[in-house]
């Protein structure tokens, strides 16, 4: 069970000069190694070792990149990422001395570091195509959504038109689309209104039957909090991959998984190799499905890049 509130908790407590010895000051958000190495040496105690992808980061942890190896990490008080280069190595932790940030940033952080970082089981099978046959990807499973902006994202072969569907939790049909290729499909509030509470969506394919999937549309004050956690990363100065994590985060936190899973797919057309944004997505496939996804991207963090 992830622990967010009671590492928001903590680092309050490190802003305000109580020390903490345990707790992380910070988070690596991006790691592209190139043709060198970032690794870091623990305070704690230990020899250098290789980083991860979302790894923590303590006070006194000395971390260094070689070659043309880069890292970012984001440290709870700062407002801009630290890049980490074979030029500014070896770089010491240590919280910067600068105004704190959001408390709704700060949460999207200590989220980060609570992210898991291989996957719960093996799949099946890892290998394939994902468009094999109709599939709903996104909402689904426990994923909150905005009335104000709807995406039903499904996958299929391209020669098929699908029809797709949203119901109340009557039953009654709320909207229906016809003849659609697989692509998103995105419905404002005056094509279909939602009220907070749970909702059904189907999708329809000749020869493969109807698929089944729910979400939840929350209360207004739950997306406020989500609103004001985006705001806080778009005030900040952080480097675009890590923008599009935290912002991820920000969604995650409040379980708004398709709006994180768009987020982060959005970074991966920028940033492609990122191994963070990949390990990111692989948490919410792992929440939400389909089945493989999650080990896929888990398997994607993991790869070596190319060099």
Request: overall charge neutral; proline content about 8%.
């Amino acid at each position: 069970m992830r622990r967010p509130a009671l590492l928001a908790v903590a680092l309050l407590l490190a802003t305000a000069g109580i020390a903490i010895a345990a707790d992380p000051i910070g988070v690596i958000t991006e790691l592209q190694l190139g043709g060198g190495h970032v690794e870091v040496k623990p305070a704690a105690g230990g020899d250098w070792q290789p980083a991860r992808p979302l790894l923590a980061v303590h006070a006194g942890d000395q971390l260094r990149a070689s070659g043309d190896a880069r890292a970012v990490v984001v440290f709870m008080a700062s407002q801009r990422g630290t890049i980490l280069t074979e030029a500014s190595s070896p770089l010491t932790a240590a919280a910067p001395a600068e105004p704190g940030i959001g408390e709704r940033l700060k949460a999207a952080l200590g989220f980060l570091q609570t992210a898991s970082r291989e996957p719960s089981r093996v799949a099946a099978s890892m290998r394939g195509s994902r468009e094999l046959a109709p599939l709903i990807v996104a909402p689904r499973g426990a994923t909150l959504v905005t009335p104000e902006a709807l995406t039903l994202d499904f996958t299929g072969p391209e020669r098929l038109r699908y029809t797709a569907r949203i119901l109340a939790a009557d039953g009654r049909v709320l909207w229906e689309g016809r003849d659609l290729a697989p692509r998103p499909v995105t419905l404002s509030a005056r094509e279909v209104r939602l009220a907070p509470g749970r909702y059904h969506w189907e999708l329809q394919a000749p020869g493969h039957g109807v698929q089944h999937a729910s979400f939840d549309v929350p209360a207004a004050e739950v997306t406020g909090r989500v609103k004001a956690a985006l705001a806080q990363v778009a005030a900040a100065r952080y480097p675009p991959a890590t923008a599009a994590l935290l912002r991820a985060a920000g969604l995650m936190r409040e379980r708004f998984y398709a709006d994180a899973r768009r987020e982060l797919l959005a970074g991966l057309a920028v940033s492609p190799a990122e191994p963070t944004l990949h390990l990111l997505l692989a948490n919410v496939y792992q929440e939400t499905g389909p089945e493989g996804f999650a080990e896929r991207e888990f398997a994607d963090a993991a790869a070596p890049p190319a060099r």
